[in-house]
Structure formats: structure tokens, C-alpha cells
DNA sequence: CTTGACCTTCCCACGATGGGAAGCCCCATG
DNA sequence: CATGGGGCTTCCCATCGTGGGAAGGTCAAG
């Protein structure tokens, strides 16, 4: 099996299985006398296990570590357990960044009226540094310079 | 006011203050006759804007747009709007991707009985490639092999 | 034998940030 | 005035995972 093959059966692509190789992820592929890799069924499988990994959204080096414990015959399941849940944590850590980042945003975007006048909430608040805003619940006070054309910001 | 200062002032860091300039996010800022930049109430407002811009999680590029329209006094907020609602469609995106990361390997982790034992769902479904997993709904059967200590996975 | 598709290695790029080296500048203290 | 420490300058490198591309070798079909 050539590395196109493997790269099609795995759905990791050829770059990626070189890389892989090049950081010890994956061991190294057996060559043909011309130098291409050659990979077997059983290549192919560690190559499904990294990409599934990956969509996980795990990095190399946790999948390192499973992909280690997936080859020992003697691991014990609370050995994975642990590095999945460690995973899950900071999944959630950066969800619940993004959700804040995404609320704040959010609430900007609904205080701004968005036509052609350039009064404008969200760059009031990008200019103020956010202080206003989440002092007290979203927007601070209740449009009120709403049919000012001219008080714009920079 | 020193690069050290504007630093402090706006919580950007010097590294990145001068990465900024010289990919023309921030306009070039004065310079002593030593060669020492020199940066006013103004620089560190235009600091602080994109500091929070970041903090929103809001990539360079979009970051440019949006100081473009901050400093032109002819801007309408619906385009504004339309950028920042643009960056809250893409937070959400990334928010769901995760989501279901988080979730499916939850669901993995909640199968596994994390104890001294190989057997471990975990591995299986990144070994089959999380096919028999998400076909029904999180583990495929009942843990059945349970007590058998030998069924391992690669 | 030619041609086109594939393989090889090597370098570069991204996006945003930090680290660090080599060298100059400024200020304060002795 | 000299010296030292800290701040400034530029430049290079690293991250992390991925893709692009060049230059060259190989393989299989026509």
C-alpha cells in the first residue's frame, strides 16, 4: 500500500502521515527499494485511530499518550478514562471562553440599531474597553443619544 | 510616553504593540531621536480598541476592519453590525464543533468503567472510528464483555 | 521511450504570541 | 564623570497542525 492508498483509506492525508512519522506519532513506514512507504492494514488502523483523535480535537501529544495505551496490552482503562475527562475539561474551558466572548458580542450587536448612521454601541464599547457594558447587564443605558448623527467615536 | 508605558496603559504587549505596526494594524508610531517610539493618549486608545477586539476573540483581519470604520467619521453602524454578527456566526460555529466534541467523548468516558482493566470503550471507538458509536445513541451495547480482561483492542 | 501520475525531501506559510540574543540608550547613583 | 541596570531597538526562532510548492526520482500505461 502506497502512502496515497493509506492517505485515501485513513482519510489522513499523505502530508499529515509523513509528519506524523517525522515526530514519532506513528512508527516509521517500511520502504521499497525505490524509497516509497509502504504501509499495512494494520498502519492504516493506528492512522484511523490518530484522525478520529484529531476530530476529537485532541492535541499530538494527548494522542501520544493514547495511542501508546491503545498498543499495551496491560493498560488499564482508568489509565484513558483520565485523559479523556482531562480532554472534556478543557473543551469546556474554551467553550465557555467562547460563549462568553459570544454573549458579549451578542449583546452589542443587539444594542446597535445597524442603518447608516455611524452612532454605533459596539465600537462605544471596543473604545471603552468593555467597562460600561458589563458593569451592569448588557447595554448601559438605553440608547439615548439615538437620533444623534454626530456623536460618533474616535 | 514609552513602548514600556503604552504597554502597561493598554495591556497589549510591547511584542505585540510592535508586531501591530509593522503589519500596519496601528499606524507607525513617532519616534525619539533615538529611535525610541513614542506613543500618545490617542496610540493607547487604539491599543485598548483592539485589545478588546481580541479579547472578543476577533481575528486581525477583522480587527482592521473594524478600526477602519471606528476612525471614519462617515461609517454607518450596519456595517459594523454586519461584521460583528458576522464574528458572533463564526463564534457559534466553533462553539457547536466543540460542543460535540465534548459530548461524544463524555459520552465515551461515561461508558468506560475507568478501573485497573484494558477493556475500554474509549479505545474501541477510536479504533472503529467512532462509526458503531454515533450510529445508535453514545455506547453500542451494555458493556457486555465486562468481566473478560483479555478482549483487548489493537 | 515517453508521458503523466505518483512518490521523495526540503523549505515556506499561516495566526498570534512569546523567548531570547546582540547592541544601543537613558537615568541614577557613587 | 563613569558605571551599572533596566529599557529600548532589530532580528531570528519556536509554537501547533496543516497546506503549498519546487526539484527530482519512480512507476505503469500507452
Redesign the pocket.
Same mark, same amino acid.
Request: hydrophobic letters at 40%.
Given at each position: 500500500m502506497? *502512502?496515497?492508498?493509506?492517505?485515501a483509506a485513513s482519510g489522513?492525508? #499523505?502530508?499529515?502521515?509523513?509528519?506524523?512519522e517525522g *515526530?514519532g506519532l506513528i512508527p516509521m513506514?517500511g520502504?521499497?527499494? #525505490?524509497?516509497?512507504?509502504v504501509y499495512t492494514a494494520a498502519d492504516v488502523n493506528t492512522l484511523r485511530f490518530v484522525?478520529r483523535a484529531?476530530d476529537l480535537g485532541?492535541?499530538?501529544?494527548?494522542?501520544r499518550l493514547l495511542v501508546g495505551l491503545w498498543q499495551d496490552r496491560a493498560r488499564s482503562s482508568g489509565d484513558v478514562k483520565r485523559i479523556a475527562l482531562e480532554h472534556v475539561s478543557e473543551l469546556r474551558t474554551k467553550i465557555a471562553e467562547l460563549t462568553a466572548m459570544c454573549e458579549a458580542l451578542e449583546g452589542l450587536a443587539h444594542a446597535c440599531h445597524g442603518d447608516h448612521r455611524p452612532d454605533c454601541p459596539i465600537l462605544e464599547d471596543l473604545e471603552a474597553g468593555g467597562r460600561q457594558a458589563r458593569t451592569r447587564a448588557g447595554r448601559r443605558r438605553r440608547v439615548d443619544a439615538d437620533q444623534g448623527v454626530s456623536s460618533e467615536a474616535a
Open positions: 502506497n *502512502i496515497g492508498q493509506a492517505s489522513v492525508s #499523505a502530508k499529515m502521515i509523513r509528519y506524523y *515526530i513506514a520502504r521499497t527499494e #525505490a524509497g516509497y512507504r484522525r484529531r485532541m492535541p499530538i501529544e494527548r494522542i
